[in-house]
């Protein structure tokens, strides 16, 4: 147990996707730094397992996305040659639309005036070019052949490796019961099994934020969501061949993956899921009929060929914010309470820069990217 008298530099409270980037971050500079998470990552308990995860650059919500997701790109790249692991594959993402719910023409413009590649395509050309995707012609697509997808798994045990060989300190499976600032602007951070004291504080809860409302309340709900691994009736839904893929519809917005290494086509869906409360049991897939039926539907209706046995199902967790955009942030009351969550189940390709951010933000109170979309402020509005 590390003694409660010793002074970190900067506690991270949650070492999660974003908490283990920012730690690393922190570390590498050479910032004493204590992170703390209420279990062991990687791990199922919070938003990355299950992996993979898409890694796209023609994002909606403009520049601030665009500029964010393409230094995040930079970034994965520097951790994969840190590391000699592979973390990111360039498979290209297919995005498809029914044009009566979505157009992609205002993404197309914003990336392509941040430098960002994307192809057009209309129903007809989508048929052609990829036979095993079925849609009308009522639907257009926006291809990123640059895009792809993260091991997610991977990339929270890479950063917890180099976090710890640059210095870092962890501590595992121990939940924080509280914090309180001292008179000299300093924080504490309570857990049950001891107190840690330092000048700064990265909050990286995720789907656990309500744990710690009693010093910070914040506009996040957390919901259960599912995901499913469905077999395949050839090989050109394999990883070599097909590439990621989001399908906005009437029925819903999905989500999802070749088949890799023969795990079949992974696929869930972004809207929707059930309300869950930090520390309440999490139902596992299939408790619910609409788990498997409305993840089969979509592949039924847009992917036959990968609508075969299920062959795997998961559960995880969204955190959720009104306008599903980001809050990075420091604390209203105290500058050197830095807050990252409400990733609202598209925040993972971002943690490498967004790990820079907080970082920044905790040693300088400024950051040299754009967030003021994820200002907190927004919400008193």
């Known amino acids: 147990m590390i003694p409660f008298l010793k002074k970190y530099d900067v506690i991270v409270v949650g070492a999660g996707s974003m908490g283990m980037s920012s730690g690393y971050e922190l570390a590498r500079r050479g910032v004493e730094t204590l992170l703390i998470d209420a279990f062991d990552p990687p791990h199922g308990e919070g938003s990355h397992h299950g992996e993979p995860r898409l890694i796209r650059h023609a994002y909606s919500g403009g520049p601030a996305y665009i500029n964010l997701a393409i230094r995040a790109d930079e970034k994965w790249l520097q951790l ?15 995005n498809i639309a029914d044009t009566d719910v979505y157009d992609f023409r205002e993404r197309q413009n914003d990336a392509e005036s941040q430098g960002v590649t994307v192809e057009w395509l209309t129903g007809e050309q989508i048929r052609k070019r990829w036979p095993n995707v079925k849609v009308s012609d009522n639907f257009h697509g926006m291809y990123e052949p640059y895009a792809g997808y993260l091991y997610s798994e991977k990339v929270v045990a890479a950063y917890k490796q180099e976090a710890l ?7 595992a ?10 008179k000299d602007g300093s924080v504490t951070v309570h857990t049950k099994g001891g107190s840690y004291h330092a000048e700064r504080v990265i909050l990286s809860a995720g789907a656990w934020f309500k744990m710690l409302q009693s ?8 919901v259960r969501k599912v995901v499913g691994w469905f077999e395949t009736t050839d090989s050109t839904f394999d990883s070599n061949v097909f590439p990621g893929f989001t399908i906005g519809t009437k029925n819903g917005g999905f989500y999802g993956f070749p088949s890799i290494d023969g795990a079949g ?4 869906r972004h809207d929707g899921g059930v309300p869950w409360e ?28 990968a609508a075969g046995k299920l062959l795997r199902g998961a559960v995880c967790k ?8 980001f809050i990075i942030d420091h604390h209203p009351l105290y500058k050197n309470v830095v807050i990252a969550g409400g990733f609202s189940g598209h925040g993972f390709k971002f ?5 820079e951010v907080l970082a920044d933000l905790a040693l300088n109170e400024s950051t040299s990217w754009d967030i003021s979309p994820f200002r907190l402020s927004r919400f008193a509005r």
């Open 173 to 182: 499976n121990t939940f924080v019961t509280g914090l309180r600032t001292e």
């Open 80 to 94: 994969e040659e840190t590391t000699g692991l592979k973390l990111l594959e360039r498979a290209g993402v297919l």
């Open 278 to 305: 930090p520390g309440k049991p999490l139902a596992p897939f299939g408790a619910y009929p609409e788990d498997e039926e409305d993840l089969r539907q979509a592949l039924e209706t847009y992917l036959p060929g």
């Open 318 to 325: 969204y955190e959720l914010t009104p306008d599903e955009d």
């Open 215 to 222: 010093f910070l309340s914040l506009p996040i709900r957390s």
């Open 265 to 268: 086509v992974k696929i869930g």
């Open 165 to 171: 060989r640059a210095g870092a300190q962890f501590i």
């Open 351 to 355: 943690a490498s820069a967004i790990g």
